[in-house]
């Protein structure tokens, strides 16, 4: 029976409460596995973010390694085809040339970061080192040990040009090596030794300084190697063929994320679990909430507002400027920044359409807008005229929006097209003188080879090298001879039409491209007008400088009608016109091919005369006119060729000056005539010719002293005869130079006067002891009164100087008579006696009272 006093409303009210706490309980324990799942997807995330940095960090520490090869790389191949660098490297060490005048210097070091530098020669030797820009004695051995024969043997079976790079560990510390053949490349005119090639190994040492700023370039942090037994949680990298491992102190975004998280997600846990509390305790928890719900509304309204506002900031703040325009394309919105950018009114485009804004360079804007409908993002480049009338590009971007017309952002790339096209300029034509470079050059003439198989037009190429050029540089430095690089650039433009091209392949080498028919007159008329208008003078700070040409004319179909032989013919006439005295131009003709090769076999020969006893001396006697008295004799060398018999001094000595064998044949003819001269009577002089070159280079104060010690000859019985233009090089060098062969006790001789560019200052400059007539002049004593009246002038003022006079070449009896006559001091030739060897020039000198009586 129900009992009527009982009220159930606290068991009810009980059990709501019972129900609300399991309710918040049950929340709690979901928000709680939310919090736990957020954590460790947190954790994961960051450890990922952790790994990605580190494989960054190795992709980029990969990359810095390959940029730092490629780079080094294209260094050593260009060192490798320098055809310098194969003359005076590999055809003969030099360490003047390489050192010294820093072609293979300090500045591989200092500028380009090679820690060493190795020349190895055919037979395996070290030739040549360069450690940390200083010249050192040393084996590449004591660096590579036994890996470096196998290196010389792969790099010597690959074809010239190839460089092959490895990691190799030098005293425990990694380093990149690069080897190649060292070869002349293209230069036609340094000869090639048909044997064994020398090796150029370059060497970067990876030491913690350079490996720390590798990684600071390559956004990596303390880049280092791995000590031995270090133990580290950092990554590594190991290096090829066991050269080393590195290590570095990656990048650690993911534990960013987690101080940066894991705090507020502890906090936003704390917060929910008072809230509950909260909720058990109080009634009001509700309204509590309702209201934080209302004010968490605010706020986000709040925070849309200030997007919205943000928005509008960078949108006014970037460097693009935003545009839209209706289905008619005039514009109805334009961002501030347009007048920024532009310089023009916002209010006076906006309503205009856009073709009068902006002109694409890819045809219609309206067909260009309406394909853009059927792509997601279009790009297209336009043209315009700023507010102050100056044309400017500008990249426009667009999408189609629905209710009709488009919307885009417009980018200004005026600076960047300039740039781009500044580039394409440049990949074109030298940077000195604005002239096509190579590459343009073979551009521009294969397209006029290729019309002229079809239009038969003929053409015409000009080599065009600078005479005297080198001594500009030398003299004035490198920046006097661009300057006059410029101007001859100048010159030979002002020659030639406005469609025909010039063309800088070389140091002082250009090449003149000139299509269209031309008559034989009228292209020596060209030639003589270029070389006539370099022959000018040039100013140089304050200097009067003189520079000449040769040149070098090839035709086409005549000769060739491909670029690469056209080229090489052209080549070939202006060796010959080198080789003809400069200052003067060659056609190429068919037996200029076979003169070449002849004179390359020559040269390949003459560098094994010397080691193979092929070289001969000989004695030209000297006598003096006055009492009748033989005086001694100059030196000829001759070559006892094996296959072309005995040759004279013309035909090759000409060879080893331009190869550079005039060094080691000098010192030949030094030792072995002062060694022949020791022997003869005491009243008997020796007299050797010294080619200019040598006062160039060769320390020819020491090679002098070092002779007269070891054969023995008193100092005052040796005189050398200095060529004319040796006094064209360096003044102040040669005086000096003059000055110590003075101070050894030697006489000095300026040879073949009046026949080149040696004047009276020069006489009175430099210490001579005497003169000798140039041979031309001698022969000219019995043509005309004005020939004995030059050489009675030379004799008169060489005596008026205090100079002895000697003549040369007198083969006449009339000639003999003249000079007497004219009171020359002494004289040879042929009328006197042919050269001799040593025995008989010894007969010849005891019979010399009976041959002066008969030749008075």
């Known amino acids: 029976m129900e009992n009527p006093g009982l009220d159930l409303t606290p068991v009810r009210s009980i059990s709501n409460q019972a129900l609300a706490r399991a309710t918040l309980l049950g929340c709690s324990g979901l928000l709680l596995a939310l919090f736990i799942f957020t954590g460790v997807l947190l954790v994961y995330i960051a450890l990922d973010q952790n790994l990605a940095a580190e494989q960054h960090n190795r992709l ?18 260009d060192y490798a085809q320098w055809g310098d660098a194969y003359q005076h490297l590999h055809l003969k060490v030099d360490p003047d040339w390489a050192y010294t005048r820093r072609n293979f210097g300090p500045s591989l070091y200092r500028d380009l970061g090679f820690d060493g530098v190795f020349v190895i020669d055919p037979a395996g030797r070290t030739a040549y080192a360069l450690v940390a820009g200083r010249l050192q004695a040393m084996d590449a051995r004591d660096w590579f040990g036994d890996a470096l024969q196998p290196w010389l043997a792969q790099v010597r079976q690959a074809p010239d040009g190839k460089v092959f790079s490895r990691y190799h560990a030098i005293g425990g510390t990694p380093a990149l090596v690069f080897t190649s053949v060292l070869s002349p490349g293209s230069d036609p005119q340094v000869q090639v030794d048909g044997g064994p090639q020398s090796v150029l190994v370059f060497v970067v040492w990876l030491d913690s300084s350079r490996l720390l700023v590798l990684g600071r370039e390559a956004g990596v942090e303390r880049l280092q190697q791995v000590a031995a037994g270090a133990p580290g949680p950092q990554p590594t990298l190991s290096l090829p063929n066991g050269a080393g491992t590195l290590h570095w102190q990656p990048a650690r975004p993911g534990h960013q994320l987690l101080v940066l998280v894991i ?36 706020s986000s309204r709040g925070a849309l507002e200030a997007s919205e506002e943000r928005f509008r900031d960078v949108a006014e703040a970037a460097s693009d400027w935003i545009w839209e325009v209706d289905p008619q394309l005039r514009f109805t919105y334009l961002s501030e920044r347009f007048e920024a950018v532009t310089g023009l009114s916002r209010e006076a485009a906006l309503g205009r359409p856009m073709h009068e804004l902006l002109s694409a360079e890819q045809g219609s804007l309206r067909n260009w807008l309406s394909a853009s409908q059927r792509r997601s993002q279009s790009i297209l480049q336009c043209a315009y005229l700023d507010g102050q009338r100056r044309p400017r590009v500008c990249r426009l971007s667009v999408r189609a929006m629905d209710g009709g017309g488009y919307r885009g952002t417009a980018s200004d790339i005026t600076e960047e097209v300039a740039a781009r096209r500044r580039i394409e300029y440049l990949s074109q034509h030298d940077a000195l003188t604005g002239l096509a470079n190579r590459m343009r050059m073979r551009e521009y003439l294969e397209g006029r080879l290729s019309a002229l198989r079809v239009l038969q037009e003929p053409l015409l190429m000009l080599s065009v090298d600078l005479d005297r050029f080198k001594p500009v540089n030398d003299l004035l430095g490198h920046a006097a001879g661009d300057q006059v690089l410029h101007e001859v650039s100048q010159r030979l433009s002002h020659c030639l039409r406005s469609e025909d091209l010039v063309a800088r392949v070389g140091g002082d080498e250009f090449v003149l491209v000139v299509p269209g028919q031309m008559a034989q007159l009228d292209i020596d008329g060209l030639c003589r007008r270029l070389i006539q208008r370099i022959e000018e003078p040039f100013y140089i700070a304050e200097h009067e400088v003189f520079i000449s040409a040769s040149i070098g004319v090839a035709r086409a179909p005549d000769d060739a ?6 080229l090489r013919y052209a080549d070939m006439a202006l060796y010959e016109a080198k080789a003809a005295g400069r200052s003067t131009w060659r ?31 000989q004695f030209l006697p000297r006598y003096r ?7 001694g004799a100059g030196v000829l060398v001759c070559w006892q060729h094996p296959r072309r018999g005995l040759l004279g001094p013309e035909v090759f000595m000409p060879i080893a000056e331009d190869t550079g064998l005039i060094l080691p044949l000098s010192n030949w003819v030094l030792h072995a005539a002062c060694r022949a001269a020791r022997g003869w009577p005491e009243h008997l002089q020796l007299a050797v010719n010294l080619s200019a070159c040598e006062f160039q280079r060769g320390q020819l104060v020491a090679r002098i002293r070092s002779v007269l010690g070891q054969s023995g000859l008193a100092p005052s019985r040796l005189v050398l005869e200095v060529a004319d233009k040796t006094l064209l090089d360096d003044g102040r060098q040669v005086q000096d130079i003059m000055g110590g062969l003075k101070a050894l006790g030697v006489q000095l001789l300026l040879d073949d006067f009046g026949s080149g ?14 003169l000798k007539i ?28 205090g100079l002895k006079v000697l003549a040369e070449g ?28 040593a025995d008989a020039l010894l007969q010849l000198c005891a019979q010399a009272p009976r041959a002066g009586s008969s030749m008075s």
């Open 263 to 298: 705090p507020l997600l502890l906090l936003a846990g704390l917060l929910v679990g008072l809230m509950a509390i909260l909720l058990l305790r109080r009634s009001a928890v509700a309204a509590r909430l309702i209201d934080d719900q209302v004010q968490a509304l605010r």
């Open 587 to 617: 056609f190429y003709a068919a037996d200029m091919n076979a003169r070449i090769i002849e004179r390359r076999g020559l040269e390949r020969d003459l560098r094994h005369a010397i080691d193979q006893d092929q070289l001969r001396l």
């Open 625 to 631: 006119l006055a009492d009748g008295q033989w005086l």
């Open 810 to 837: 007198v083969d006449t009896p009339e000639q003999f008579a003249a000079l007497r006559d004219i009171r020359c001091d002494e004289v040879q030739g042929r009328h006197l006696s042919p050269p001799l060897d």
């Open 774 to 801: 140039d041979s031309g002049l001698v022969a000219g004593l019995g043509r005309s009164p004005a020939g004995r009246s030059i050489v009675q002038a030379i004799v008169d003022l060489g005596h008026a100087l």
């Open 561 to 566: 009608s491909q670029a690469e032989e056209l």
């Open 60 to 77: 980029e520490i990969e990359q810095a390694l390959q940029s730092l090869k490629n780079h080094a790389r294209r260094t050593v191949k």
């Open 757 to 770: 560019c040696s004047a009276l200052q020069d006489l009175r400059t430099y210490p001579l002891d005497g």
